[in-house]
Structure formats: C-alpha cells, structure tokens
C-alpha cells in the first residue's frame, strides 16, 4: 500500500483548503509540513477563523478541511445539508481544558463544578474569592477567558452552563490570542483563566492549573495525559476533530492527507501538547472514510437535531452516526 | 560741552561695561522671566522628544536583542514549519513583494493622476468646481479611515464582489482565464483506503484532461491515454482498468498502471502565471486592491502638496511659450514635482508593507508554505506571519517572531532610505 512508502511522490497534484479552530490549528499545521515532506507538490494552505468561522466557510464549500474544537453544532449541520455538503466527523486528540491560576495562589487546591459556576456565570457572579468559598480570602477575582468565536469559549460554555438560564459573565477579559490569557493571569495573583492544556504545558513556570473534582466520582483531578486520555479528568476533557467534506474527499491529495493525518495523529498530537485518542478512535474514523457514503454524518447530534454528550468512546460508535 | 551733560549720563558712561552688560541681561530676564521661561520651554521641549526617542531606543534594542539570534538564512529562506528551529518566513516574504508591488503598480497612476487632475487642471464652471472640491473633501476625510474599515469594504467589493459573479463556492467561480482542469485519478496502489494485494506496485497518478471544469467525471478506459507527471514534466502513458476484486496483473509494472474500475478522479486544476478568475477571491489582487484603498488618499494628497511647490512662474513660462496643457504637466510640473511625489509614495508603500488590519481581514491567518504564483493564488504577508509566531506557546516562536520584526524593520527603513536618497538626487537634478 502507498502510505507506507514515504519516499517522495511528486506527481500528486493539488491544493488543500483546510480553516478552523486555532486550537486544532497546530495539529493541522504539523500535518500539512509532515504531508508536504512525502507529497512536495500538493499545496496544503491551513487557515485559523476558529472553529465557527471555519464551519461558516465549510458549510458553503469553500473549504476541504475544517478544524473544530468542539463538534458540530445543530445549525451548521442544517447548513450543510441545505448547501448539499457532506463530512466525515474524525476525532484526532484530546485537549484538556484546563482552569489556571497566577503561580503564588496558595488558597485554591481544587474547584467543584458549582464553584466554578459561581465564577464564570452571572447567576453565580462571585466578586471576590471569598464569596467563592468560605476562608479564602476577599481578594477581587479576575477572569481571563477566550474569545466568544473560539471553540474553548463554546466548550467551557456548554460544560459550565448546560442547558439552564444562566450565561457567562460578560466582565471577564477576552482574547483571542491565548498568549495574552496568559500574560494576563500571570501577572495578577488573584487571577483565573482557562485555555487548552497545550498552552499551560508550555507555561508550567508561570502558572499552576487547578484541580477539577470529577462530579461523578468525586476525585480531584489534575489535567495531565493520563487523566486526560482515561477520561477521570471530566468533564474538561475534550476531543478535537477534523471534519473533511465527502466531495472532496473523492480527489486523490484529500484521501492522502486525510490518510496520512490519521496515521499520525497520535504522534502529532503528543508533539503539539495534545493527547492521542484510543487507538481504537483512530481505527473507527478510518472505517468512516472508507465506508464512503455510508460513513458520512455527525456522532454528536440525534435523529432530532439534540446535542448528544459525553466520552468520545463512548459517542464515536457507528451506530451513533447522523446523516 | 563736557559741562553740559546731564550728571546721570555722565555715571553711565563711567559705569564698567561689564556691569552695565549684567544690567541690561538682569533686565531682559529679570522684568517679566520671558528668558527664563524660554529657557524651561526648550528644556521641557528636549525632554519629550527625548521620551519619544528613548522609547523608539528601547523597542528597537529590545527587538533586536531578542530577534538577531534568531536571524538565520533559514527564516529567510525557509518555509514555516511547527518545529521552531525550521521554521522560516520566505512564503510571507513572496507575499509582502507580490502583494505591495501590484498595490504599486495600480495605486501610482491612479494616485499621481488624480493629484495632476486636482492641481493642474482647475475647474472652469461652477459644476465642476463643486465636484472638485466634493473629490477634495472626500480624499481628505479618505486619509483618516481606520485601515480595518477599508479591510471590511475590501472583502465585499474585491473577494466577493458583491456577489455579481456567482459565489466562491468550491472555488469553482463563473469566470476564468489560465486555468486547465484535470482529472487526477489514481492508480490501484495509491489508494491509502484500499489494499487489495496491489502492495507491491508504486503509487502513481495520472491526468486526463477535462475541457470544462463543469464536465462529468472521466471514465477511465483500458488503453486510454493519460498524463503523469515525472519531475515537472507531463508524461504520456497508457492506462488499464481492472476490476480491483478481480485479477490483476502480476507484473508490478504493468500494476502500476492499472486503475480500478469504479474509480471516481478527483478534479484538480492547474492555473498559469496569468490566471484570472472573477469574482477576485481572498487571492493577492484583492489584497493589492485593499491595500490601495489604505494608501490612496495619501499618496493623492503629498502628491498634491508636491505639485503645489511648483512655482507657477514655471507654468506660467511654459504656457508663455504657447505649450498645451499636457506639455506643461508632463515636461514642466511632474518633473519638478517628483521628488515630493516620489517620497510621499515610498512613504506610503512603507506604510503598505506593514499594514496587518486589512490583510488579516481579507486573508485571515493562513500557513502556506508556497510563494503565491498567480494574482489569485491565496498568501501571507509578514506582518501576519509574525502575528501568527507570537500567539504560539513556544517561546522559540516568540524569538523568531522577533527575528521576523528585524526583516521588516530593515525592508521598512531601507524604503525610507531610498526616498531619501531619490529626492536628493532629482532635487540636485531640476537645480
């Protein structure tokens, strides 16, 4: 078989539009460098909109590859169908969203779900870290968030949130640039924030992430590889996907990279600060693609367009597939 | 004589000079501190051009401590790549020169034009004179546009324009010269989602030319001959088809040419150097054109200020002379203009190099690893690209982002130096 040659083949032609989430963004960007090594002369152009942008673009068409953060929602699935599109759904890691905090915060050892909806939403609204919790201190809380059009944002949203009244709050300082979350809640010893684990890794020295109690075991949890991979850190763990658009998949430099993207995902993911998905994951997404027609849709969404949760072993099964 | 004057002027004049000088200073300063006040004024005057300049100092070190390091042939010359060591900055680089120079091409004449326009051809009835001036008011008001608007403007009236030529979908646009489109099938090996005892063969693609980019898919049949590409040539070849389930040929030769039988190609399209498609898209020329909208009204006003400077004893001379008016402009105004003219162009094309809201608009932030090689081919610039490396965890990227600030700081000054160096050549030239 072809992939397993990765001598240089420079008679395969063509150009991949790949635009999404900045958090699946270097996945994707390792990908299309590692593709181009083996394939010199297919163009492989990686955008950054965010995971709503991306899908904005990919539901007309104008994109091969989409990144997303977080999976697709009811509305861009109903755009897709009405422009006639349809997508391979390809888990390829698993981010931990992880909470942080300034390095010299010596009070919080850990945070419940309720706790942290009294931070992040207006219901909760807590202005200090005493209302918080008792006994820590009436310090002003400062919350550093990212942008409403990322894919984090919606994740965090929907985890915290769920299906009842409330929303986040809007006083919290947003940023797309992840960097500036992270220059912001370094520099204020009362501060909080939350961005994908990739950037704590990398920012170990400044910063401390929190541990998450698990609502339905009750264990605090810190974001590490393993937590993240066996799934006890819930509910922030999350899977990144890639959706390919089924038309384009017909041309020869799509099935190459989507093939060569799933191969090396695992190892990608781990370069990149990510976690690899199951084995097993990796295998279903592959019987997705070569299934053709029959392996197209959505595992997140039921026949009646509801949002369907929990952990991508659990949900990533064909039977769980929405045309 | 002597006895006559008064005593008062006689102690002046024994007064010591010195003293007499102390007075006189004492009384300029002394009376109301208008001195003093000066004195203050200038200091305070030194001060915060010293600010400014201790600032510049310190933004300029700090870039150039952090980012000459990582100066290397390899960030000039390399593609971007997630391994920081790797990475370069050349597909940005392409994109800045493809980029500014078409918005040079087009902004220039239209900028100088409208300029002579203004200053060298008055009005004559009141119309005109209304519209004139409603041209002038709008250029100057032009002038202080936020970039990020012209950006927002651009992508509707360049990318999609309006959407009057159908849309962007599938990049499949309703008018195209230079394109040649192919279907790329692949030959049984090739296939990543297949493995059908076809394992020893190589992998190989070959192209049939399709005559519309409408046309149903090519069905490939035995004998049917096909292109493929060995190096950058195109290549003839004959081309079997096989049932995949069934036989095949044993010799991994003649395998290697076979295609399945169900095969669908995928299309695929090669555009020249000249190709054009409407509407524009997110490609270099909407860029340029974005860009132009930026530094138009620029470019029109310090030309105007330079055709103004002309003394009209010079027109005056020329029209005395019995020159038409085209004369005039051509032989007499536009050269005695264009030093002015041509620095507040450098200028404003400097100011085009590091312009990042529009772009990031009507681009967005794209990893691209080829230099662009048609007006419509999509790209980068470098100001983006450097926006890119900084919001990367990494910090090696930060270093290189840094690296990448120096590259531009040296293109952007060595645009200035030019406009110095050309305008005082051509003034010492019309003296």
């Known amino acids: 078989m072809a992939v397993c040659g990765y001598a240089q083949n ?139 059009d990322s894919g984090t944002f919606d994740y965090f949203k929907e985890v915290v949130i769920g299906k009842s009244e409330t929303s986040l709050r809007a006083d919290m300082s947003t940023s797309e640039d992840d960097n500036v979350l992270v220059t912001g809640v370094s520099g204020s010893p009362s501060a909080i924030g939350f961005f994908g684990v990739a ?108 949002k369907r949760g929990g952990a991508v072993t659990e949900v990533y099964k064909s039977e769980n597939l929405v045309k | 004589m002597s006895e006559a004057t008064p005593p008062d002027d006689r102690m002046e004049l024994q007064e010591d000079p010195g003293q007499q000088d102390q007075r006189q200073q004492r009384r300029l300063r002394g009376s109301d501190g208008r001195m003093l006040l000066d004195q203050y004024f200038r200091v305070a005057c030194i001060g915060i051009a010293g600010i400014s300049v201790v600032i510049l100092a310190f933004l300029l070190g700090s870039i150039i401590y952090q980012g000459v390091p990582s100066l290397s042939w390899t960030l000039l010359s390399g593609t971007p790549e997630p391994e920081p060591s790797e990475a370069g900055a050349w597909p940005a680089i392409a994109g800045t020169i493809w980029v500014c120079t078409i918005c040079a091409l087009i902004t220039l004449p239209i900028g100088i034009g409208t300029a002579v326009l203004i200053e060298e051809f008055k009005p004559r009835n009141r119309l005109a004179n209304r519209i004139f001036s409603a041209i002038q008011l709008n250029i100057s008001n032009l002038a202080g546009v936020p970039s990020v608007v012209y950006g927002i403007l651009g992508l509707t009236a360049f990318v999609s324009m309006f959407g009057l030529f ?46 519309s980019p409408s046309d149903p898919p090519t069905v490939a049949t035995s004998g049917m001959e096909m292109f493929e590409y060995q190096g950058d040539q195109k290549v003839p070849v004959k081309i079997s088809v096989f049932d995949p389930f069934g036989d095949l040929p044993s010799d991994p030769e003649e395998l290697s040419l076979a295609i399945a039988a169900d095969t669908i190609p995928g299309r695929i399209s090669e555009k020249s150097w000249y190709y054009f498609s409407l509407p524009f898209g997110r490609g270099v020329l909407a860029g340029s054109l974005t860009l132009m909208l930026v530094i138009l009204p620029v470019i029109i006003i310090s030309s105007q200020e330079a055709l103004r400077s ?31 003219i041509l620095t507040g162009s450098i200028l404003a094309m400097s100011r085009a190099i590091g312009e990042t809201a529009p772009i990031l608009i009507i681009a967005g932030i794209v990893y691209i690893r080829n230099a662009p090689q048609h007006l419509m081919d999509s790209y980068t610039v470098l100001p983006l690209q450097i926006y890119n490396w900084t919001s990367r965890p990494q910090e090696e990227f930060h270093a290189i982002a840094a690296a990448g600030i120096v590259v531009l700081l040296v293109i952007l000054l060595s645009f200035n130096a030019i406009a110095v160096i050309l305008r005082q050549r051509m003034q010492n030239k019309v003296r």
């Open chain 2, 166 to 211: 159908g849309s962007l979908k599938g990049g499949e646009s309703s008018l195209e010269i230079g394109a040649v489109y192919y279907d790329q099938f692949t030959n049984l090996a090739s296939d990543p989602f297949l493995s059908m005892g076809a394992e020893n063969a190589r992998e190989r693609y070959f192209l049939a030319p399709v005559a």
């Open chain 1, 199 to 306: 950037y704590y890794e990398e920012n170990k020295d400044k910063l401390k992430s929190v541990a998450i109690v698990n609502p339905s075991t009750g264990a605090k949890v810190s974001p590490t590889a393993t937590t993240i991979e066996d799934g006890s850190y819930a509910p922030f763990s999350r899977p990144l996907f890639i959706y390919v658009n089924a038309k384009s998949f017909q041309r020869a430099e799509v099935r190459q990279f989507v093939a060569y993207y799933l191969q090396n995902a695992p190892k990608m993911a781990q370069a990149t600060g990510y976690v690899a998905l199951p084995a097993t994951i990796y295998r279903e997404g592959m019987m997705r693609c070569r299934a053709q027609a029959k392996g197209a849709g959505t595992h997140y969404l039921t026949e009646s367009m509801e």
């Open chain 2, 310 to 340: 002309v003394p009209s004893s010079l027109r005056d001379g020329a029209r005395g002379l019995g020159a038409t008016p085209w004369q005039v402009v051509w032989n007499i105004t536009l050269p005695a203009a264009a030093p002015g």
């Open chain 1, 10 to 148: 420079t008679s395969l032609r063509g150009t991949i539009e790949i635009d999404g989430s900045s958090t699946v963004y270097p996945i994707s960007e390792a990908a299309a460098s590692g593709f181009n090594k083996s394939y010199s002369n297919v163009k492989v152009n990686v955008g950054v909109s965010g995971t709503g942008g991306g899908f904005k673009r990919f539901t007309k068409g104008e994109t091969d590859i989409s990144d997303a953060s977080r999976p697709i929602k009811d509305s861009e699935f109903a755009a897709c169908k009405e422009a006639g599109v349809s997508f391979y759904e390809l888990p390829v890691a698993y981010d931990g969203l992880t909470l942080v905090l300034h390095k010299d915060n010596d009070w919080v050892d850990y945070l419940t779900i309720d706790e942290i909806k009294k931070i992040f939403t207006t219901q909760g609204n807590a202005k200090t870290w005493s209302e918080v919790r008792a006994g820590w201190p009436e310090r002003e809380i400062k919350i550093f968030a990212p942008g409403t």
